[in-house]
């Protein structure tokens, strides 16, 4: 079964600073990764997602993320953060494989990271 | 698009009562999906249906939890007896169609307000 990791819980920045949140997953095999939202007040929501191709990925708000195989991370960048990103930010795991591996469409998610973004 | 609606959005019990949520989600989404999240923690998959059958409910309690999509529309999850320890967000989502059968199709899945389970 795969699982995911996410070393940094609590995150505090000022604006204009850049942001990198760790995400660390173990599965042997092919993954779909993504990163998810949760504004304050608000519904879990998609940020970006990698499936293959090119390891780099944009998502929205000016966020990106970089898949690098050989270290089995899946972390999220943004190089000048603004307030209104304060939020808590998920990194999830989708194993491809089907669902006798656990795969099929189900995503294990990270502890989450909690980022404040100050004026 | 209307997304998911779940009712209630807060509910408190005293341990060993009964409670339901209910869910509906999006239209014309055949896959939907219970997850539990423990404050400090992200969601946990407790159930997951395709159309009114279940396809993966592995991590659901099921000597106290219980789950149904009858019509293979909306949703209810159902604790009987609640413990201390299932005071948590529940949150349902969908998303059009389970991913093919070798996996390699994911389909986005989209997440609703949640419910805020507290029990005494």
């Known amino acids: 079964a795969q699982s995911v990791s996410q070393h940094n819980h609590h995150v505090i920045l000022s604006e204009a600073a850049s942001l990198e949140l760790g995400c660390n997953y173990s599965?042997?095999?092919?993954?779909?990764l993504f990163w998810y939202v949760q504004y304050p007040g608000q519904h879990l929501q998609l940020l970006l997602k990698?499936?293959?191709?090119?390891?780099l990925v944009k998502g929205i708000k000016g966020f990106e993320a970089e898949f690098i195989k050989s270290k089995f991370s899946f972390n999220l960048r943004k190089p000048s953060v603004q307030w209104s990103d304060t939020a808590e930010y998920f990194c999830a795991v989708n194993a491809v494989g089907g669902l006798l591996t656990g795969g099929g469409n189900k995503l294990t998610f990270g502890t989450g990271t909690q980022l404040k973004v100050e004026l | 698009e209307a997304g998911v609606a779940q009712s209630p959005r807060y509910k408190i019990i005293e341990k060993r009562q009964s409670v339901a949520f209910w869910c509906n989600p999006i239209?014309?989404?055949?896959?939907l999906y219970w997850y539990q999240q423990i404050l400090g923690q992200g969601p946990k998959l407790l159930i997951q249906f395709q159309n009114n059958g279940v396809v993966d409910d592995s991590q659901l309690p099921k000597d106290r939890f219980s789950a149904e999509r009858l019509k293979g529309v909306d949703s209810t999850l159902k604790i009987q007896p609640a413990k201390l320890e299932d005071s948590a967000v529940y949150l349902c989502a969908s998303s059009p169609r389970l991913a093919g059968g070798d996996g390699t199709t994911y389909n986005e899945q989209f997440f609703g307000p949640g419910t805020r389970l507290t029990v005494l």
């Open positions: 599965y042997g095999g092919t993954v779909n």
């Open positions: 239209s014309g989404h055949a896959t």
């Open positions: 990698y499936f293959s191709g090119d390891p």
